[in-house]
């Protein structure tokens, strides 16, 4: 059984891919534009992120999977796909948290409730409900923070961290 990915792609859509942009631009603006038509908030930059869902059936919720540092989130791709082979009624966001991979630096502090209050940025951007995180070594940490920030008791929300 193979892996496909979903249309959104990244912080956005994949219009990311088609129109790439730096802000402040025309080019930006325009983007900016679709991504609106597109129903996605574009008031602040979000981290950057891909999914993964199983090819047969139609995931419930979302699990985010955090890198270490120095890492993107792409690196837990095959844990991801483990996973969803095991049971496919998640779908898998690979995230690149803040000064990683593709995201954006964001503004200090840089500190743990800094990466948490991001994913709680990305929770809008997801198409399903947020049920639970598996981090590697320091994205193990940044999911503790998330967690921490609280959670609303209809998502099921399961805690998952894999020690680095």
Request: charged share 20%; with cysteine; hydrophobic share 40%.
């Amino acid at each position: 059984m193979g892996y496909g990915h979903t249309k959104r792609v990244g912080a956005f859509t994949a219009a990311d891919r088609i129109f790439p942009s730096q802000p402040g631009t025309a080019r930006a603006a325009c983007t900016n534009r679709l991504r609106a038509s597109l129903g996605v908030m574009t008031a602040r930059p979000h981290l950057h992120f891909g999914e993964l869902a199983p090819e047969q059936g139609e995931p419930q919720r979302a699990l985010l999977f955090l890198h270490g540092i120095l890492g993107a989130g792409a690196n837990l791709r095959g844990l991801a796909q483990r996973v969803l082979r095991t049971d496919p009624r998640w779908l898998a966001v690979l995230v690149d948290l803040r000064g990683h991979g593709r995201s954006p630096e964001f503004a200090p502090p840089h500190d743990l409730k800094a990466c948490a209050r991001d994913l709680r940025g990305l929770e809008d951007l997801i198409r399903l409900p947020v049920a639970g995180v598996i981090g590697h070594s320091f994205g193990g940490k940044v999911a503790l923070a998330y967690h921490a920030l609280g959670r609303h008791p209809h998502t099921g929300w399961r805690g998952t961290l894999a020690a680095g």
